[in-house]
């Protein structure tokens, strides 16, 4: 079946502009996870979605980054303002529950670089 | 929060060498230790992962090894190909309570597998 896909893939943005970065999950996956992996280093956690209700925003940088999934399913990630420290890989993952050791799968990632 | 070390950051093997990433991770409350692999401008993919109730597990060519006292787990590769070249990261989550199964990752392992 089909896996997790985010787009844009690429997003050039000049400093101070609004991005958008939209991920569709796998289908039926209740948590949806977006990390932020900056060059040559591991991902970063960001925030945590069950269903539609954001349980963990601690992730997030600052109150420029802002998540939603009004209906469950598709999230945007969206930044404010951009910056040039936000440039980064932003990845998405999913996992069908929310029980112990759920595989999270992840999405192809969006690459902001910010000028 | 949770803190994990991977070491070494670069491994250079020959093909049909072994090769063993070691992490350490600071949570002891942490279950559950998933291995990702992600290649050049990839996705990252799930290669194995280990409970905290088990010790070990063994996928054809891949284990993981696991040691709850002393807080690390490592990944061997035997009889390494061309096509593993890539870069390993670790991770370290704890579903239950508030942390939701976020997970942390270390900060990879560049192996390159030299035919």
């Known amino acids: 079946g089909a896996g997790v896909s985010q787009s844009p893939r690429y997003k050039v943005a000049k400093r101070g502009q609004d991005v958008a970065l939209r991920c569709d999950p796998i289908?039926?996956?209740?948590?949806l996870f977006w990390y932020q992996q900056a060059l040559g280093q591991g991902p970063e956690f960001l925030t945590y979605?069950?269903?539609?209700?954001?349980?963990?925003k601690s992730g997030l940088p600052s109150d420029r980054f802002f998540a939603e999934r009004p209906e469950g399913s598709v999230s945007t990630l969206k930044i404010q303002r951009t910056q040039q420290e936000d440039s980064a890989v932003y990845l998405c993952?999913?996992?069908?529950?929310?029980?112990?050791?759920?595989?999270?799968?992840f999405g192809p990632g969006t690459r902001l670089l910010v000028l | 929060g949770e803190n994990v070390e991977q070491h070494p950051s670069t491994l250079s093997v020959q093909e049909g060498d072994s090769a063993v990433i070691k992490c350490t991770y600071s949570?002891?409350?942490?279950?559950?230790f998933p291995w990702y692999k992600q290649e050049l401008g990839k996705r990252p993919q799930l290669i194995i992962d280990?409970?905290?109730?088990?010790g070990e597990k063994k996928d054809q060519r891949i284990a993981v090894t696991l040691n709850k006292t002393a807080k690390h787990f490592s990944l061997h590769i035997t009889e390494t190909q061309p096509e593993d070249s890539a870069v390993y990261f670790c991770?370290?989550?704890?579903?239950?309570?508030?942390?939701?199964?976020?997970?942390?990752f270390g900060q990879g392992t560049i192996l390159t597998v030299h035919p």
């Open positions: 993952a999913s996992s069908f529950g929310f029980v112990q050791g759920e595989t999270q799968y």
């Open positions: 289908s039926g996956h209740v948590s």
């Open positions: 979605f069950q269903n539609e209700a954001q349980l963990d």
């Open positions: 949570d002891s409350a942490s279950n559950y």
């Open positions: 280990i409970r905290s109730n088990v």
């Open positions: 991770a370290a989550s704890n579903a239950g309570g508030t942390s939701y199964g976020k997970l942390t």
